[in-house]
């Protein structure tokens, strides 16, 4: 009888004691746009590791230990896709070989197949130079510009990490809910306080802000760089500066992970407002550290730059 009593009372105990916490979703971002759009949507649900900061170069990712380590321990792949991320990325899950990433699987989350693809505004301007075109390969691929596309994705994003993780379903659900709404609000709120940009004329440093000109229907009259990624030269610049005149180029525009030197070599020249855009969440310090800030902050600077105010 007093081996039953212990024995019932071993497992009352057992069944009493606390059940360790559900381990947190592991996510593997490849730019800081899908990090910080992870982070909202999973909160503290998931485990986000990025590969790239806000004031980083995202066309140049280093694969470090750490960074291999992360993707190797993944549950959830989160990037641009379309070819974008291909030349470091794919070496790298090649060499971790984390099944739950491989192509086909819920794992494996690329911006790209959600959202409708933009060209590069050198696509637009005579004399363009293509052979680099290979850096945006399917298109642009900084998405986080528009609001529309990230409320989408932030949409898919959440039914995705439910797929993955069922037991942390409701804050998921919660979260992307209450994004998709916060988004929306947000983009008609600076809808309506941009409007004075419509049809404006402006310049950019490189091809970052193509979702953001066609969001708030400002017109980019000239991009410094003569090729995706290629560097400005002298003769890129003088162009540039005979251009600004011309079309009424109210100011020159590029980003903060961006050596702003080119760019400020145009508007000495011309006379015009420099204005540093943040880029993605967190790229200043007004832009974060959520979207609706990111927004806020970077439609505030487009209005500076209008009124002849520089920001950087």
Not at 21 to 33: E, P
Not at 103 to 124: C, M, T, W, Y
Not at 125 to 133: E, Q, R, S, V, Y
């Amino acid at each position: 009888m007093r081996r039953l009593l212990l024995g019932a009372v071993g497992l009352m105990l057992v069944a009493a004691a606390p059940q360790p916490a559900n381990a947190k979703l592991k996510v593997f971002a490849c730019l800081s746009a899908w990090g910080e759009l992870a982070k909202e949507i999973g909160g503290s649900a998931v485990e986000v590791f990025t590969a790239v900061n806000p004031l980083e170069n995202p066309d140049q990712v280093t694969v470090t230990p750490e960074l291999l380590a992360s993707l190797k321990s993944a549950d959830l792949l989160v990037c641009s896709g379309g070819g974008y991320e291909h030349n470091w990325l794919q070496p790298a899950l090649d060499r971790v070989q984390n099944p739950k990433l491989a192509e086909g699987q819920p794992g494996q989350f690329f911006a790209s197949d959600f959202v409708r693809v933009l060209d590069d505004d050198h696509h637009k301007h005579k004399g363009t130079a293509k052979a680099h075109a290979h850096m945006h390969p399917g298109g642009n691929p900084h998405f986080q510009g528009d609001p529309y596309r990230i409320r989408a994705l932030g949409g898919q994003l959440g039914k995705r990490m439910i797929q993955l993780d069922k037991p942390d379903a409701a804050t998921y659900s919660a979260n992307t809910k209450k994004f998709v709404h916060d988004i929306g609000a947000v983009a008609k709120e600076l809808e309506k306080k941009a409007a004075a940009l419509q049809g404006v004329n402006i310049v950019t440093q490189h091809e970052h802000s193509v979702y953001l000109l066609h969001w708030l229907k400002i017109r980019n009259a000239g991009v410094l760089e003569p090729a995706v990624g290629v560097p400005p030269g002298p003769g890129d610049l003088a162009r540039i500066v005979d251009l600004v005149p011309r079309e009424n180029v109210k100011f020159v525009l590029y980003a903060a992970y961006e050596d702003p030197r080119p760019s400020k070599y145009v508007t000495e020249r011309t006379g015009i407002p420099l204005v540093k855009v943040p880029f993605t969440v967190g790229g200043t310090d007004g832009a974060g550290p959520t979207y609706v800030e990111f927004y806020r902050d970077t439609v505030g600077r487009l209005l500076d730059g209008l009124a002849g105010r520089e920001r950087s």
